[in-house]
């Protein structure tokens, strides 16, 4: 299994400091509490390639009652899905392919928040805050080596985008666990409530555009954070957790 090296200050960031450092002895405990996620998580992935088409938005919409609906967004067709998103069509502009992934560090990040819950408080949060950089942090290295791959077969990444970013629904997320057998694959699901166990796991759709040989220059630039995660193409822009 993959050892995954979380950002200390985006740990830091998660327990809330933003402009001061935690003292050393919650630095220990940091360091603590990511080693033991470092022995016990198992982390996994699965992704799937697949064709796509942006439809332009159409105010002439089927209704809910058969007129004409106010709506005016655009359609996302990609595989059997009809995925109605602005800011998900502004993501994928000018993409021809798009990946669909899913990702989790497994049941150990839960298992140790429930224990610490009860005899640490403190750790528990830390827990909490640790394993969630460190499932970006997986998803950033997963980001690193497709972007190396698709690159060398004339492919650009753009960032990629979850459930529950922006207007997209965080419905879709039955939808890309469908779609990955994620249960099967890789023990990923998801409650009625949308909550997917493991906890700390990610889902997300990534662009594929196709690099214009002849002018390479005007293709997106992809080798920046911003374009492994999501906040870039966010609106949450209060969002606590915004890199």
């Not at 603590?32 to 390639?49: F, G, M, N």
């Not at 990946?99 to 989790?104: C, E, N």
């Not at 779609?179 to 166990?197: A, F, N, V």
């Amino acid at each position: 299994m993959p050892i995954i090296e979380p950002r200390e200050k985006e740990i830091w960031r998660y327990l809330g400091y933003r402009n001061e450092e935690p003292g050393q002895d919650i630095r220990d405990r940091i360091t603590h509490c990511v080693e033991t996620l470092q022995r016990e998580c198992t982390p996994k992935h699965i992704a799937r390639e697949f064709s796509l088409e942006i439809l332009p938005a159409d105010a002439a919409h089927a209704g809910p009652e058969g007129g004409k609906s106010r709506e005016t967004l655009p359609v996302i067709r990609l595989h059997d899905l009809a995925i109605t998103s602005s800011s998900l069509a502004k993501n994928l502009q000018g993409c021809e392919k798009a990946l669909l992934f899913a990702a989790t560090l497994g049941h150990a990040p839960d298992r140790l928040i429930r224990r610490a819950s009860v005899t640490h408080m403190s750790d528990a949060v830390i827990y909490q805050a640790a394993a969630a950089e460190m499932i970006e942090a997986y998803c950033d290295s997963l980001n690193d080596g497709w972007n190396a791959s698709y690159t060398q077969q004339g492919w650009i990444l753009h960032p990629r985008f979850s459930p529950g970013y922006g207007d997209l629904s965080l419905s879709l997320q039955r939808d890309i666990i469908r779609l990955l057998d994620t249960p099967r694959q890789i023990g990923l699901t998801l409650t009625e409530s949308l909550i997917m166990l493991p906890s700390k796991s990610v889902t997300a759709i990534i662009g594929l555009e196709r690099t214009d040989p002849d002018h390479p220059a005007s293709a997106p630039q992809t080798n920046c954070a911003a374009a492994r995660s999501g906040c870039a193409s966010c609106t949450l822009t209060d969002c606590l957790y915004r890199r």
